[in-house]
């Protein structure tokens, strides 16, 4: 394992499933997420890529890629944390974002991405548990805040999965690759997402606890829950993971916005 924890992708079938899911979902513009040794990058060259931007935080590959990357792609590769990127210097275009993403720090990224503006599509590869998480409906095992919020800004698809042996050195978990698109028109604005997010937190922050009882922690006025539960055809015995994301957004916005 290398001093940033990096799990190499190495099995050709992954890779070329990633770049197939990656160009079908055409954008005009390109990022890709801690590229490592490069092995999405040379293919998405070999594909016909051109002057599109990597981002990565490692030293060691930076200079790897520097020395190895063909000059004539025209490939920009930015030395940094990607969770400490400024996506709006990015150029103002529909932008199409993969990676073999870090286990570590998936989820924060998925969250950044799905909030850029210039967010159009991405193909990602997750934890497998992470992956089932994501894509998890309302009852289901593993479902949480880190459904709702992604199933409300984006479509889901499966792409594939990725056992231990396609990565050099292998990890400790199987894997799995998600394709992303853009909903159009999502029910949350983004000058409100921080309230709704705050919602939605507050509802998982307790386990085992009802929606009521979660929310009446967070501070939300008791009598108004009741209210809008009622109102929205809610049992006040609800827990949170029977809840599905479009009623937590009916919810949110009667709680919050009325």
Partial sequence: MQKYGQHFLINENV???IIDAALLLKSENLVEIGPGKGALTARLIDRGCRNFTVVEIDPEMEKYLRKNLPES???KILRQNFLQADLETLAPRPTLFVSNLPYIDAADILDKVLSCPHFQSAVFMFQK???QRIRARAGETGYGPLSVF????AQISPICKAGRGCFNPPPKVESMVLAFMRLNNGPVPSEKWPSFNKLVTAAFLHKRKTLFNSWSLAGYDKQKITMVLADCKVKPTARPEEISPGKYVELWQKLCCL
């Fill in 73 to 75: 792609a025209g490939v």
């Fill in 15 to 17: 890779i070329n499933q």
């Fill in 150 to 153: 992604s199933q409300l800004r």
């Fill in 129 to 131: 548990e992470q992956a």
